[in-house]
């Protein structure tokens, strides 16, 4: 199993970003997938949930109606679409298999003016 995270990087307060995850070496489409963040100093948070068809979705209060997940199983990969950052969404984010079971090595996404 390989999950491997891009798309981070700095970006100003208000604006937008979108992470990808490419995974290998288990048949996508039959896994629930789910993006973590950890921020310095604090535990890690999940950020938010899809169900291997798609269909289902769900996210942490912190980032309901700003962030987007989303996937491509044609391409093996699952998408987050973060809009209206904060300084207080600067953290390393993660891809999950499931909620856990295996872990990217996670994209930096830093919020400041």
């Known amino acids: 199993v390989q999950l491997v995270e891009s798309g981070g990087g700095l970006v100003q307060p208000g604006g937008s970003l979108r992470l990808s995850c490419l995974a290998s070496g288990f048949t996508f489409s039959t896994y629930a997938m789910t993006w973590y963040r950890q921020a310095p100093g604090k535990e890690r948070e999940l950020v938010a949930g899809i169900s291997s068809s798609g269909a289902g979705t769900h996210y942490a209060d912190s980032v309901k109606g700003r962030f987007t997940i989303s996937r491509d199983n044609a391409k093996n990969t699952v998408y987050l679409r973060m809009n209206s950052l904060k300084p207080e969404d600067t953290a390393v984010y993660y891809c999950?298999?499931?909620?856990?079971?295996?872990w990217g090595q996670g994209t930096q996404v830093t919020v400041s003016s």
């Open positions: 999950t298999r499931g909620t856990g079971e295996f």
